[in-house]
């Protein structure tokens, strides 16, 4: 007899005529062994984590009452969506932001998620500055974006414009003329088969569309355009 819901386990203590009863049985999970099967009077009553064996001293002969239960289901579902949070971020940095969105599609309530991130935000695991540095190095040293670009896509991730700025100081004047010269030289042979008239007005949208400063293109541009025409 395994329940399907929450529900499903008043269910069981209604079938034992009992307003509690005593854990007859606990079983690593053969799939996960970092979950265990918690069983009363033989009977399947639910599967937990090994934090929520611990936190509620789970053993076989506790008593256990349908209070309990309720209990450890919700202590259960906050432990799954930190889990789910800790799992996300061991692969690459995200945003609250981003981890909210993907807590949504994921199917969780913004009520069940703002506490779990404030506990992950004070223990370090978000760092939204952090976050917005290393994206703003990765995007432009290899996908070559400009600083507009990158502050705009920091902005949509729920960035704070402070954290954007500090971010941004880290690129110098020099790396960014050297990066549009690289682009610039990259797509050379495109530029040559424009009309030389139209040539430095396709250049200037070029660089904006990838998301560098129009003073500092306008600044560049007579160089620019000699290496291109050398």
């Known amino acids: 007899m395994k329940p399907n819901t929450k529900r499903d386990t008043i269910k069981i203590f209604e079938s034992l005529g009992k307003e509690c009863a005593l854990i007859s049985k606990i079983e690593v999970q053969k799939k996960n062994s970092y979950r265990f099967t918690v069983f009363v009077?033989?009977?399947?009553?639910?599967?937990?984590?090994?934090?929520?064996?611990?936190?509620?001293?789970?053993?076989?002969?506790?008593?256990?009452?349908?209070a309990v239960i309720q209990e450890i289901e919700s202590f259960e579902d906050q432990w799954k969506i930190k889990d789910y949070f800790i799992r996300l971020l061991a692969r690459r940095d995200h945003s609250r932001q981003e981890l909210v969105q993907k807590a949504i599609k994921k199917g969780y309530l913004?009520?069940?998620?703002?506490?779990?991130?404030?506990?992950l935000e004070e223990k370090k695991y978000i760092r939204n500055d952090v976050f917005a540095q290393k994206f703003a190095h990765d995007k432009f040293h290899?996908?070559?974006?400009?600083?507009?670009?990158?502050?705009?896509?920091?902005?949509?991730?729920?960035?704070?414009?402070?954290?954007?700025?500090?971010?941004?100081?880290?690129?110098?004047?020099?790396?960014?003329?050297?990066?549009?010269?690289?682009?610039?030289?990259?797509?050379?042979?495109?530029?040559?088969?424009?009309?030389?008239?139209?040539?430095?007005?396709?250049?200037?949208?070029?660089?904006?569309?990838?998301?560098?400063?129009?003073?500092?293109?306008?600044?560049?541009?007579?160089?620019?355009?000699?290496?291109?025409?050398?």
């Open 110 to 119: 913004n009520s069940e998620i703002d506490g779990i991130l404030d506990e």
């Open 142 to 230: 290899f996908n070559h974006w400009g600083k507009q670009k990158i502050k705009m896509e920091l902005l949509r991730k729920g960035i704070k414009t402070n954290d954007i700025e500090q971010a941004l100081e880290t690129l110098s004047e020099e790396e960014i003329s050297q990066k549009m010269e690289y682009l610039v030289q990259k797509a050379k042979p495109r530029f040559l088969r424009t009309e030389k008239t139209k040539r430095r007005k396709k250049l200037f949208d070029f660089l904006i569309r990838k998301g560098y400063d129009s003073a500092l293109v306008m600044k560049e541009l007579p160089s620019l355009l000699k290496k291109i025409e050398s």
């Open 41 to 66: 009077e033989n009977i399947f009553l639910v599967g937990v984590s090994d934090q929520t064996l611990t936190h509620f001293d789970l053993h076989v002969g506790k008593e256990i009452t349908h």
